[in-house]
């Protein structure tokens, strides 16, 4: 195999082993078909009040001020005297977009999103909303029109902002939810005066829709703990106050609304969202109105953290949910179908109504995800020979009538808490079946790109070794038996395509699938270079070899323990420091021994420090863009006086440009840092700069002299002045670090090879 074609062969197999990542993990768990599932019963409430205080931490909510006044004075008077309240909590990926969607959808993160930045959901998914007669919603362009879209008639409907409004540097984001709020008033006060928007506003099973961006924006302007964070949970605290009072007057204080305040994610101390820490995935959750159950007053309540005595909130009940559980929460208050990939299980203690109506609700909920289950396990079904099927035997078609028998039964004989309470473990089978049903083929498709990446790698390793060494030796090929090997393969290949073929299986099964042939058969024609390295090795002193295997696996070690503990790479690093000891190289080069020591100790340092949580600090990066110029500043004198190798000023020029380039990136960086500190936005020239320095930054290495160092020190301006405008702290003194070893490394190198008398220094 000539170069080219190992090269294009590699490429394509990476992108094969990349693609399957997202066809193997982040295939989409949403299955269609199903039949809609309503409560038979009327429901307590005609219209519902969903306000979404993006961004707002559970503790930023209900702690207390340091005076011990509530933060949110109004919706403390809610959950002491009128409502329900506990902690919403919420999954990863902690962003908007999926929490929205686990808020009025039901379920969680599909994650095939991630394709498309957790933005919008490539698979069409039912809601609350397009279950209502009408919604209409108030808030960010980011998260309306989502769920617009997905609605089936026109019955839904959103007033955004415009984006450019959400910018984080440029003014108080509370006026964010100010403009929502303006228009919610407005829009009420113009329905008096519009019969059609009058007499759809008394329909039954209205949704209203608030969402507020300020208090997410301003958290990661200025931080939860800031000013602007909490100055913002009062503005929104007395907004749905205006609200609240303005809708129960306008429909004359019926009793019919049910209002719910929560929030889609949490939010770091350091002003960040989408991991899983508690502070990103405990949200508030309060509910009052139509329907809902007034505050429980008790004597002990155990949880496992302390907010409760924090929060002041000991002899208050608090009621904990998942965040999907919502969504039929919502469904059940205005009495519309459960969304039909809902997998939230409805909090009944939120619910203050008869326990009949709990109990058909929470039997609508159990059959509508058993929906799911019978679609999910019928399309796997379809695509899996009958002998090979292996169905979810809790929940087998007998025990599923069972279920649903047994429980009629009792709710017909008025035993609502066994029915409940047989709905409940009806739902959690269900919801395990549909996971075993998602991942059913994970375990076949997994071992297929396994061996197809072990022998890939295997092939490479043999090539290398093959091409670079003289550990193997020539060896005709045989032709006979390289026809015999070709068929064998071929064979193999066709029964495996013919298997997926009668199992119907998508045409990225058969790339997963049969990938492994081909790569195997490569490995399997190198025998000879397989046997005579295994010929080599077994010529090695028996110590030799178990020493440089004990690196090598300490080595990897190293490297996969990183993934979990940084520190490890410390460790690393300062082994590495010690190598010129170990080879005796410190005698040969002293000097460059002495750097080389050095530099690993300060590269060992980066790894101690903080990814997350800390502050940042615009002097380093100042500071890394100084030392920059400082060495650019030298190498450019060196130019100069480097006649004879640059008599032509063209190199000289294109130095001096990534030089001003690095200055540029420095000043973009502490202009930008105080035009967002006095609440200016983003300068304009600043971006300009930016995005003219991202687009030189890769094309003036490529015009830079091709010495070996002089092209290295020419990449390495370039990255630094990108990557400066990207920094915030440290970080921006790392490639320069990182750099400076690597240049060593290749001194380091020459003089190793010279040690050993394998070659001779070469100019640089």
């Known amino acids: 195999m000539g170069i080219p074609v190992f090269i294009l062969a590699g490429l394509l197999v990476h992108c094969v082993f990349l693609v399957s990542i997202f066809d193997i993990y982040f295939s989409s768990p949403l299955v269609h078909g199903m039949t809609p599932q ?70 969680y993160e599909d994650v095939s999103a991630v394709a498309k930045g957790w933005k919008e959901n490539p698979v069409e998914f039912d809601s609350v909303f397009n279950e209502s007669k009408y919604t209409w919603g108030w808030g960010s362009p980011d998260i309306l029109p989502m769920f617009a879209k997905g609605a089936t008639g026109d ?31 407005s829009f009420f006060n113009s329905s008096r005066s519009n019969q059609t928007l009058f007499s759809a506003l008394h329909e039954d099973r209205v949704v209203l829709f608030l969402h507020l961006l300020g208090i997410d924006t301003n958290g990661h302007a200025h931080r939860p703990n800031s000013r602007e964070y909490k100055e913002n949970i009062k503005k929104v605290d007395e907004g749905i106050k205006e609200i609240a009072s303005m809708i129960e007057n306008f429909y004359g204080n019926d009793g019919k ?72 929460l919502m469904a ?28 058909e609700s929470m039997f609508t909920n159990a059959v509508q995800i058993l929906e799911q289950f019978k679609v999910k396990m019928s399309q796997k079904k379809e695509t899996t020979l009958s002998f090979l099927f292996t169905p979810f035997k809790p929940l087998s078609d007998s025990e599923q009538i069972n279920f649903l028998k047994k429980t009629r039964l009792y709710i017909q004989q008025e035993k609502y808490d066994e029915a409940v309470s047989l709905c409940k473990t009806l739902i959690n089978l269900a919801l395990e079946g549909l996971s075993y049903y998602h991942t059913y083929d994970r375990l076949f498709l997994g071992l297929s790109i396994a061996m197809g990446f072990v022998g890939w790698t295997t092939y490479v390793i043999l090539v290398i070794i093959k091409t670079h060494t003289n550990l193997t030796k020539t ?49 399997v024609r190198e025998i000879p270079v397989i046997q005579d390295l295994a010929t080599n090795l077994l010529s090695l002193r028996i110590g030799q070899s178990i020493g440089f295997l004990l690196v090598c696996t300490l080595g990897i070690e190293i490297l996969v323990f990183s993934f979990f503990y940084r520190s490890a790479l410390t460790i690393g690093l300062l082994v590495f420091a010690g190598w010129p000891v170990i080879t005796q190289l410190w005698v040969q080069a002293k000097t460059t021994a002495l750097i080389w020591t050095l530099l690993c100790v300060l590269l060992a340092i980066f790894p101690l420090m903080p990814v ?91 015009l830079s002299p091709t010495f070996l160092f002089r092209r290295l020190f020419s990449i390495l301006l370039s990255l ?39 070659s001779l220094k070469q100019k640089f």
């Open 38 to 107: 309503q409560t038979p019963l009327p429901p307590p409430a005609k219209r519902l009040v969903l306000f979404v205080a993006d961004g707002l931490r559970a503790d930023s909510l209900y702690e207390l001020n340091s005076n011990g006044t509530p933060r949110a004075p109004y919706l403390r008077s809610i959950l002491e005297n009128n409502g329900s309240w506990g902690i919403s909590h919420t999954r990863v990926p902690t962003e908007s977009r999926p929490g929205h969607v686990a808020l009025i959808a039901g379920f």
């Open 155 to 185: 019955h839904v409907y959103t007033f955004c902002y415009t984006a450019e409004s959400e910018d984080f540097g440029a003014q108080d984001a509370a006026e964010l939810d100010m403009w929502v709020f303006d228009h919610v008033k």
């Open 257 to 328: 609304t049910a209002f719910i305040l929560t929030s889609d994610h949490g939010m770091t101390d350091w002003g960040s969202h989408g991991a899983g820490h508690p502070s990103e995935t405990l949200t508030p959750l309060i509910v009052w109105g139509a329907g809902v159950n007034y505050p429980q007053k008790v004597t002990s309540q155990f949880f496992e953290d302390n907010f409760l005595k924090e929060w002041k909130l000991e002899d208050l009940k608090r009621m904990d949910v998942n965040q999907a559980d919502i969504a039929p």
């Open 332 to 359: 059940s208050l205005i009495g519309v179908p459960f969304p039909l990939n809902s997998v939230g299980t409805l909090p009944l203690e939120y619910l203050n109504n008869s326990a009949h109506f709990k109990a």
């Open 475 to 523: 060896v005709q090929t045989n032709n006979q038996e390289s026809t015999v090997l070709f068929y064998s393969f071929a064979f193999v290949g066709i029964i495996i395509a013919f298997f997926l073929l009668i199992q119907t299986c998508p045409w990225t099964y058969y790339v997963y699938c049969l990938l492994p042939v081909p790569v195997w058969y490569a490995v």
């Open 612 to 702: 997350v949580g800390r502050e940042p600090n615009i002097s380093l990066v100042i500071a890394a863009g100084l030392l920059t110029l400082l060495i650019s500043c030298f190498s450019l004198a060196s130019l100069c006086k480097s006649e004879n190798k640059y008599g032509n000023n063209e190199d000289l020029k294109i130095h001096f440009y990534q030089v001003l380039s690095i200055a540029l990136s420095t000043y973009v960086v502490s202009s930008t840092h105080d035009s967002l500190k006095n609440k200016q936005g983003l300068p304009l020239l600043n971006q300009i700069a930016s995005w003219m320095t991202l687009v030189s930054s890769s094309v003036l290495p490529l």
């Open 720 to 758: 630094m002045s990108v990557y400066l405008l990207l920094s915030t702290g440290y970080e921006a003194l790392f490639p320069l670090v990182l750099s400076g070893l690597m240049f060593v490394w290749i001194n380091m190198e020459q003089e190793a090879l010279q040690h050993y008398g394998l």
